[in-house]
Nanobody
Framework: VQLVESGGGLVQAGGSLRLSCAASGSTAGIASMGWYRQAPGKSREFVAAITSDGVSNSSADSVLDRFTISVDNTGNTMHLQMNSLKPEDTAVYYC?????????????WGKGTLVTVSA
C-alpha cells in the first residue's frame, strides 16, 4: 500500500486547510485510515482516524470540533478538513492505513505533508 499526502502549506491562525491522502497498491485490504502529526521537537501524535467505509471515526481532543475526517466512496482517498487552525497545529501530518496484504496486517505510513500556521 502506498500513501501520498497533499494539501499542506502555510496559513494564518484562524484559517483552514484541507489535507488529502491517496492510497494505491493493495487497497482492497485497507480497514481504516488516519492522520498523525509531529511538531518540531515533539513526538508523533494521533490526530484522527476513520474506517474505510466511513461509518466510524475518532479524533484527538485537541482537534475535536475543528478538524473533520472523511473518506470517499472508494475508501481509497481520505481527507482532513482543518478549520480554526492554531499555531500549535503546526506539524508534519502523516497519513496512515491499517491494511492486510498477503495475510499480514501492517500500519502503512505516507511521507508526510507540512502544515505551518502563523500567528
Amino acid at each position: 500500500v502506498q500513501l501520498v499526502e497533499s494539501g499542506g502549506g502555510l496559513v494564518q491562525a484562524g484559517g483552514s486547510l484541507r489535507l488529502s491522502c491517496a492510497a494505491s497498491g493493495s487497497t482492497a485490504g485497507i480497514a481504516s485510515m488516519g492522520w498523525y502529526r509531529q511538531a518540531p521537537g515533539k513526538s508523533r501524535e494521533f490526530v484522527a482516524a476513520i474506517t474505510s467505509d466511513g461509518v466510524s471515526n475518532s479524533s484527538a481532543d485537541s482537534v475535536l470540533d475543528r478538524f473533520t475526517i472523511s473518506v470517499d466512496n472508494t475508501g481509497n482517498t481520505m481527507h482532513l478538513q482543518m478549520n480554526s487552525l492554531k499555531p500549535e497545529d503546526t506539524a508534519v501530518y502523516y497519513c496512515t492505513a491499517w491494511a492486510s496484504v498477503a495475510g499480514k496486517t501492517d500500519l502503512y505510513w505516507g511521507k508526510g505533508t507540512l502544515v505551518t500556521v502563523s500567528a
